[in-house]
């Protein structure tokens, strides 16, 4: 057999110089479009979910958070195991798959059984994006050298310019901040001017929810934080409709850092880190983030680099 392809091979050298150059031509067209990377993607498909119970010791989280959710997610379509890790106020839940194309229909089915888990009511779960292990593809830093801006306004800008942007580019799972400062809404209620009021805190905790979990994300150069601050001071309370500011003091304060980055070992830094989604075209998707940045650097004060 092997004697008389090489027989034929050698009796029509043009056909076979011709069946070679189509081949690689194919292979080049095929290797152009694939979604290239230098370090292969060989984790396993999963979605990983993090409950948050702070003040509660590792027995407790492991008895009412952990076992709960590894019970109620296993057994879902294409999932293949559950693991639960425990520790001190907190619980990290791989949720493995089989399959690549499980992820996007199996994020929605553990979204949707989440809802009806026996969960203690101050648990705050989070869910990971669809993630591949190596998609930390892309860095960048806000710096200050004049220090004229606070860290502050830089974080500011991050979280409600670069990060939204990025986040609308194909192929992107997630755009994740580092650094600087982030302030939170401290709102402390008056249980005198609740009573007077007749206004219970369950009120105002509906009041809350109904308003924050409605209001768009609004830039920076849109609205002030006075002004946020004068709409959540304004807030009706049901049944009464009394205003929030009647029956408690509101107010920023400076949030506990979640880390702290700089550039170069020493100016303090804002920064950025965008990571790709499986399967993402990553030169493409770099070349956007690239893209993007220059359109957006316009809004830049001028000492900001």
């Known amino acids: 057999m092997t004697a008389r392809i090489v027989a034929w091979c050698t009796r029509h050298p043009w056909i076979v110089l011709g069946i070679a150059l ?21 984790s396993d498909p999963q979605v990983v979910l993090v409950a948050d119970w702070m003040g509660h010791p590792a027995p407790e989280v492991a008895s009412q958070v952990t076992q709960v959710l590894t019970r109620g997610l296993d057994g879902l379509p294409g999932v293949t195991t559950v693991r639960g ?22 994020r929605t089915a553990i979204v949707e059984r989440l809802t009806g888990l026996p969960l203690p009511s101050t648990v705050r779960l989070q869910i990971g994006p669809l993630a591949s292990s190596t998609g930390w593809v892309f860095e960048y830093a806000l710096t200050d050298p004049r220090r004229k801006k606070s860290l502050l306004e830089l974080r500011r800008f991050q979280d409600e310019v670069l990060r939204p942007a990025l986040a609308k580019i194909p192929g992107v799972a997630e755009v994740a901040s580092l650094g600087g ?27 809350l929810h109904a308003a924050l979990g409605s209001a768009p994300a609004a830039r920076p150069d849109k609205l002030a934080a006075p002004d946020k601050l004068a709409a959540i001071e304004a807030l009706p309370v049901p049944p009464t409709g009394t205003p929030l500011r009647d029956v ?20 303090p830094a804002i920064g950025g880190i965008v990571i790709a989604g499986r399967d993402a075209n990553l030169p493409a998707l770099i070349r956007e983030v690239r893209a993007t940045l220059e359109r957006e650097r316009t809004q830049l004060p001028g000492e900001v680099q």
């Open 85 to 106: 890790t425990t520790m001190t106020g907190m619980a990290y839940v791989d949720v493995l798959f089989g399959s690549t194309a499980d992820l996007v229909r199996g």
């Open 248 to 267: 408690a003091r509101i107010r920023l304060a400076d949030d506990m850092p979640y880390g702290v980055a700089d550039l170069g070992g020493g100016t």
């Open 22 to 42: 189509a081949l690689g031509a194919g292979g080049e067209l095929a290797r152009r479009s694939l979604s290239r990377d230098v370090i292969p993607d060989l």
């Open 181 to 207: 400062n982030v302030q939170q809404l401290l709102i402390e209620t008056r249980p005198y001017d609740m009573r007077s009021h007749q206004v219970a805190f369950s009120d105002v905790v509906t009041a």
